[in-house]
């Protein structure tokens, strides 16, 4: 069983950074697809962001790119988000999600696509 931990959450300034973690444990996720998705009070639970296991590939919503980086760090069976220049429309809570379906070159941007979720990290951007 794989459990995801997020963390780094919390709140910040419209214009600020935070860099959101998260940690697996129980099964290694080194050769799988790893995400980033999002769900504001009232709304659905959208994509952010998406690496493939090498980092070869990645892919963003329109939303953040230019402002949101993903990354991971196998040995350490980690995925980041580096979230700059916040907006307060970014206010939601984090989730990092695992796809044990897919590897190699793959990025997975679907929801229903993930088979592995953690269980949410706030962030509140002020204005």
């Known amino acids: 069983q794989v459990q995801l931990v997020e963390s780094g959450g919390g709140l910040v300034q419209a214009g600020g950074s935070l860099r959101l973690s998260c940690a697996a444990s129980g099964r290694t996720l080194s050769n799988y697809a790893m995400g980033w998705f999002r769900q504001a009070p009232g709304k659905e639970r959208e994509f952010v962001a998406a690496?493939?296991?090498?980092?070869?590939?990645?892919s963003y919503a329109h939303f953040v790119k230019g402002r949101f980086t993903i990354s991971r760090d196998n040995a350490k069976n980690t995925v980041y988000l580096q979230m700059n220049s916040l907006k307060p429309e970014d206010t939601a809570v984090y989730y990092c999600?695992?796809?044990?379906?897919?590897?190699?070159?793959?990025?997975?941007?679907?929801?229903?696509?993930?088979?592995?979720w953690g269980q949410g990290t706030q962030v509140t951007v002020s204005s």
């Open positions: 999600a695992a796809s044990t379906w897919y590897s190699g070159a793959v990025v997975v941007v679907t929801t229903t696509l993930y088979n592995y």
């Open positions: 690496i493939n296991w090498s980092s070869s590939s990645t």
